[in-house]
């Protein structure tokens, strides 16, 4: 997409850079308005939750994130199991807000379906994030993906129909 591209372009080369992220919410998407601010970290989930218990661990940063991920390809029951699996290593109660990007091609058992959609995962196993919890993050792989500028500092406002996110 050429507009991600472009912005990408613009965050490089300038020396301060700025920008600003909007989206609204959609009628499927697990949400939870509120502000918070604090340094942006994520990435995809399936690598996220590897790093649980490493070195690169996000509870050993000083200041407690912003926390983003978005997947592609996986099943339902798996997106559910590295969802709880952050949650039970800390991270969500670590993390000041929870920012999912999106869910593409994702899959579920034909013979034995999981029986929850992505919004009910997160409604259960993010429940105890402090901050906002919002879906629809424009970031991942498909035509909306913004580029991010991580570790730098962010700001998350949210209505009941509206998230805002930027650069501080």
């Given at each position: 997409?050429?507009?991600?591209?472009?912005?990408?372009?613009?965050?490089?080369?300038?020396?301060?850079?700025?920008?600003?992220?909007r989206?609204?919410?959609?009628?499927?998407?697990?949400?939870?308005?509120?502000?918070?601010?604090g340094?942006?970290?994520?990435?995809?989930?399936?690598?996220?939750?590897?790093?649980?218990?490493?070195?690169?661990?996000?509870?050993k940063?000083?200041?407690?994130?912003?926390?983003?991920?978005?997947?592609?390809?996986?099943?339902?029951?798996?997106?559910?199991?590295?969802?709880?699996?952050?949650?039970?290593?800390?991270?969500?109660?670590?993390?000041?807000?929870?920012?999912?990007?999106?869910?593409?091609?994702?899959?579920d058992?034909?013979?034995?379906?999981?029986?929850?959609?992505?919004?009910?995962?997160?409604?259960?196993?993010?429940?105890?994030?402090?901050?906002?919890?919002?879906?629809?993050?424009?970031?991942?792989?498909?035509?909306?993906?913004?580029?991010?500028?991580?570790?730098?500092?962010?700001?998350?406002?949210a209505?009941e129909?509206?998230?805002?996110?930027?650069?501080?």
């Amino acid at each position: 997409h050429i507009e991600a591209v472009n912005r990408c372009l613009d965050i490089l080369r300038s020396s301060k850079p700025t920008y600003t992220l909007r989206w609204t919410r959609q009628p499927w998407y697990a949400w939870r308005s509120g502000q918070a601010q604090g340094p942006l970290l994520g990435g995809n989930l399936t690598l996220l939750q590897t790093l649980c218990g490493t070195p690169l661990d996000l509870r050993k940063w000083a200041k407690p994130p912003l926390l983003f991920w978005e997947e592609v390809g996986e099943y339902l029951y798996r997106l559910d199991r590295m969802s709880w699996h952050l949650r039970n290593a800390g991270w969500y109660n670590y993390s000041k807000a929870l920012l999912v990007g999106e869910l593409t091609l994702l899959r579920d058992e034909e013979d034995t379906p999981f029986g929850k959609s992505p919004s009910e995962i997160l409604s259960e196993s993010a429940a105890s994030i402090p901050g906002p919890l919002l879906m629809g993050l424009p970031v991942g792989h498909s035509e909306r993906n913004w580029p991010l500028v991580l570790g730098a500092l962010h700001e998350i406002e949210a209505t009941e129909s509206e998230a805002t996110l930027w650069l501080a």
